[in-house]
């Protein structure tokens, strides 16, 4: 059974940094699209960082230039590097990872639990 643990959240300071780890375990054979979404109270979950498996990367506006994603593929982990924290970066981070697995065919889709991050001004 695969799963995806997420790591790395907590209480901040704003102007600081975080590192969040994801890491799929579990029977995998490659990874796909890779990324980050986060939801804040109240609010509809959206992206913050996207990898693809040929390298390409897209980020949200709003964390442009703050932000990188990052993945291992040796570790199925991906990691999202986030610098500057403001208050309004204050959500529950979600991992999320196309895989391709033994006896299935195509991409299967899995959220992580999520980890929540916690920026104070």
């Known amino acids: 059974q695969v799963q995806l643990v997420e790591s790395g959240g907590g209480l901040m300071q704003a102007g600081g940094s975080l590192r969040l780890s994801c890491a799929a375990s579990?029977?995998?054979?490659?990874?796909?699209?890779l990324a980050w979404y986060r939801q804040a109270p109240g609010k509809q979950r959206e992206l913050v960082a996207q990898?693809?498996?040929?390298?390409?990367?897209n980020y949200a506006d709003a964390v442009k230039g703050r932000c990188t994603i990052s993945r291992d593929r040796s570790k199925n982990t991906v990691y999202l590097q986030m610098n500057s924290l403001k208050p309004e970066d204050t959500a529950v981070y979600y991992c999320?990872?196309?895989?391709?697995?033994?006896?299935?065919?195509?991409?299967?889709?899995?959220w992580g639990q999520g980890t929540q991050v916690t920026v104070s001004s």
């Open positions: 999320y990872a196309g895989l391709m697995v033994p006896g299935t065919i195509g991409i299967r889709f899995y």
């Open positions: 579990g029977n995998i054979l490659s990874s796909t699209v």
């Open positions: 990898s693809a498996s040929g390298g390409n990367t």
